[in-house]
């Protein structure tokens, strides 16, 4: 009886699944009803699924994303994949289940993007990839990424006239995101076309795998600077690493603001809060910016438009230029970078004081 | 409880010479009918059934063939690796180096067959040189890069699990030890060997294993359900089956009755290990890329669909057919809480929390069947 039972509730539950797997077989034209149904209806649905939100750029553009999609009268769905390309491949998955009309990444990295942007283009969605680009170009997306090797080498060219005024060789580190992440190879390219440009004025470089993980940079950080303690120019390939740099650098009396005899040239990329601060206080030279603010608008307003459009595999790379704020350029550009924007709402001043 | 009340109405009756009356019959029962539920070994099929029909009239989209289809998709990967679990379970043993072998077995069976790497991201790799080049792999575009490289993740698996089995039985060292230090060791091994970059440019038949479908079915449900019938029949069918059984029930007992314990509790690490490859093959393969940090999330996944569908924590019992049941209602659950649109922190709080219920429901279950 007990066995019977239970075979009867599993083919139940087969039944169930071939009842309604059967319409499949016209899923397209039942799927457009839906999608339009929807857009008469003014109900539009985005997914958006992000990696996770670890650092300052991530919160930041997720919250502008969020907030002016919801703004619009956007039905948001999130999903945090917890830096797994697994489990965001199947929460973006269970978001074309729901028929979204259009979805919106923060990939885990380069190369799992290009799958889920597959798996989008196969379900006619149209897909956004937000900063973090596919590693290839393989599947139709809209995908907003800043010029990352530009940006950073801007960056380092200052910092690198900066190391000529001390009239001799430096010793530089660089600390290297996820390589396989595209953004993380375009800011070690931009770091390399300095150097390189430079031989006279630069040491052998040591280089820092980070894999964007705070804990990772801390420790190899540490062991870096007792190997070589000489090192006294850096740039970080992302500012949400100051506060390991502050913790390695301040015990060895080397975080000291510019001007100081033991002052190590420090720059780093993405424009963050903590970097305007630490620019303002004097301890940066200079950082490439992202102009996330540029970004979010670009990805949302393509996204927009293609749905209206009806378009379901749009395919547009399109730039976010970006720039380099340094200390010399920090009256008329600060205010441009958002981090700053982000630290002035908080009542702080731009005024720099150091070297008074 | 239900025993001393069942002998006091008996007591009574006899004393006042009544039967009992129509409604404690009743409510007799429903009290053994729910007894009969809860040690139904298709409990969590019945609650899997339950849930569905439940949640339908509230998210009526999770009935919708792509949403079914996302399901079976996502089921059967876990299913691998949950079945290599049951083994170690069943011998009152625990494998939590699963998904570094997983991770370790993707990068090395990628690099065997990849047609192509990136030098900047690559030329610092210790098998750079050796193993890896420009042209990708040793057997890059070769037709027999795929069978190949799938031989040679198994075999690693396999003999990750020989390891740990080795450790387990012939040094009695904790299984929870030798495994967990075997996951810090595999994993970093993994990131090592490619300095944590992924590897890709797989061969076309390699990825087709974990995103090609027949109709609405994908490969894997063909492919791990052989394999997941071929290991039922094994544990029920076999010596060695109920040997496995006979070390979870109590190791000292099985040993004086002539079970070669040694022997079959390293077999019970090598299928662990080996079915933990066969699920690398379809988590690489679905994202196309050898992964050193693949299935880094994945384990409490595994343990908890394998707890939840019956097989004990303490060992002596489980059945491949309760862990199927387990990672149905484990995928399930996910895939629902994400339909709900609750955040990944709810998501998360609420799996934990089944598994636990679950971990609690195997106590009181096994309390009910001694008493019965």
Same mark, same amino acid.
């Given at each position: 009886m007990k066995r019977l039972s239970a075979v009867l509730s599993l083919l139940?539950? /087969?039944a169930f699944t071939a009842a309604c797997a059967a319409p499949a077989a016209a899923p397209a034209a039942e799927n457009e009803g839906t999608a339009s149904t929807a857009a008469d209806a003014d109900a539009r649905t985005i997914c958006f699924a992000y990696q996770d939100l670890e650092t300052e750029f991530w919160v930041a553009g997720h919250k502008a994303i969020v907030e002016t999609l919801t703004g619009l009268g956007i039905n948001v769905i999130e999903r945090n994949a917890n830096e797994d390309a #697994?489990?965001?491949?199947e929460q973006v998955k269970d978001c074309i289940a729901q028929s979204v009309d259009g979805i919106i990444i923060i990939p885990q990295d380069g190369e799992s993007a290009v799958t889920i942007v597959g798996e989008a283009n196969k379900a006619d969605i149209p897909i956004g990839v937000f900063n973090r680009p596919p590693a290839d170009d393989? %599947?139709?997306?809209?995908?907003?990424? @800043?010029? #990352?090797?530009?940006? @950073?080498?801007? @960056?380092v060219e200052y910092m690198a006239e900066e190391a000529k005024t001390l009239g001799r060789k430096v010793t530089p580190l660089i600390m290297v995101g996820d390589l396989g992440d595209p953004n993380a190879v375009g800011r070690r390219q931009g770091f390399y076309n300095v150097i390189e440009a430079n031989p006279d004025l630069f040491n052998e470089v040591i280089e820092v795998p980070t894999k964007w993980d705070g804990a990772l940079a801390l420790s190899n950080l540490e062991a870096a600077m007792q190997a070589n303690p000489e090192v006294d120019f850096l740039f970080t390939s992302s500012d949400f690493m100051y506060?390991?740099?502050?913790? /390695?650098?301040?015990?060895?009396?080397?975080?000291?603001?510019? &001007?100081?005899? %033991?002052?190590? =040239?420090? &720059? &780093?990329? $993405?424009?963050?809060?903590?970097?305007?601060?630490?620019?303002? $206080? &004097?301890? /940066?030279? @200079?950082?490439? /910016?992202?102009?996330?603010?540029?970004?979010? $608008?670009? =990805?949302?307003n393509a996204m927009l438009e293609a749905i209206d459009a009806g378009e379901t595999q749009p395919n547009n790379w399109m730039d976010d230029p970006g720039f380099a704020l340094t200390q010399a350029n920090w009256e008329e550009r600060a205010e441009d970078m958002w981090g700053c924007k982000l630290f002035a709402e908080t009542g702080e001043s731009l005024e720099r004081s150091f070297g008074e | 409880m239900e025993r001393i009340e069942a002998k006091v109405n008996k007591v009574q009756a006899a004393s006042t010479g009544k039967s009992r009356p129509a409604t404690a019959d009743a409510q007799s029962g429903i009290s053994k009918a729910i007894r009969r539920l809860l040690l139904s070994e298709y409990f969590v099929l019945y609650l899997s059934l339950a849930y569905f029909l439940v949640l339908l009239p509230f998210i009526p989209r999770i009935a919708t063939p792509q949403n079914l289809g996302n399901i079976f998709s996502n089921m059967w990967p876990l299913l691998a690796v949950?079945?290599?679990?049951?083994?170690?379970?069943?011998? +009152?043993?625990?494998?939590?180096?699963?998904?570094?072998?997983?991770?370790?077995?993707s990068v090395i069976g990628a690099a065997v067959m990849t047609s192509e790497l990136n030098p900047v991201l690559f030329e610092k790799a210790p098998l750079w040189g050796i193993l890896l080049s420009e042209n990708g792999g040793p057997l890059a575009g070769s037709p027999l890069a795929m069978p190949v490289a799938v031989f040679v993740m198994l075999l690693v698996g396999a003999a990750i !699990?020989?390891?740990?089995?080795?450790?387990? +039985?012939?040094?009695?060292?904790?299984?929870?030890m030798v495994t967990l230090v075997g996951m810090m060791f595999f994993s970093a091994l993994a990131i090592y060997l490619v300095k944590s970059e992924n590897i890709i440019h797989l061969p076309a038949s390699y990825v087709e294993i974990g995103q090609?479908?027949? !109709?609405?079915?994908?490969?894997?449900?063909?492919i791990v359900g052989v394999l997941a019938i071929l290991a039922q029949l094994l544990l029920s069918r076999t010596v060695l089956g109920r040997w496995f059984y006979a070390i979870g029930t109590n190791t000292k007992a099985a040993l004086v009755?002539?079970?070669? *314990?040694?022997? *079959?509790?390293?077999?019970?690490? *090598?299928?662990?290990?080996?079915?933990? +490859? *066969?699920g690398s093959v379809f988590y690489s393969a679905r994202l196309a890329a050898g992964r050193p940090t693949l299935g880094a999330t994945l384990l409490l996944d595994v343990i908890g669909a394998t707890v939840i569908g019956g097989t004990s924590l303490f060992g002596g019992k489980g059945k491949i057919i309760w862990t199927v049941f387990g990672v149905l209602f484990f995928v399930l659950l996910d895939n629902s809480l994400n339909l709900l649109n609750l955040s990944y922190f709810w998501v998360q709080i609420v799996k934990g929390s089944v598994i636990l219920l679950a971990a609690a429901f195997d106590v009181v279950r096994t309390r009910l069947l001694a008493a019965t």
């Open positions: 139940l539950l /087969v #697994n489990k965001q491949l393989s %599947n139709p997306a809209l995908v907003i990424v @800043a010029d #990352n090797e530009v940006i @950073a080498q801007q @960056a506060p390991m740099i502050r913790s /390695v650098l301040e015990p060895l009396n080397k975080w000291q603001v510019a &001007g100081d005899e %033991n002052h190590v =040239i420090l &720059g &780093g990329l $993405d424009g963050d809060s903590r970097a305007c601060q630490l620019m303002r $206080d &004097g301890y /940066v030279d @200079a950082t490439g /910016v992202q102009d996330l603010f540029f970004e979010a $608008d670009t =990805i949302m | 949950a079945i290599g679990q049951t083994f170690v379970l069943i011998i +009152a043993g625990i494998d939590l180096s699963q998904t570094s072998i997983m991770a370790l077995v !699990g020989w390891f740990n089995g080795m450790a387990v +039985a012939r040094l009695k060292m904790p299984p929870f090609g479908e027949i !109709g609405f079915i994908p490969y894997s449900f063909f009755s002539g079970v070669p *314990v040694i022997r *079959v509790t390293i077999m019970a690490y *090598v299928l662990s290990g080996l079915f933990a +490859a *066969v």
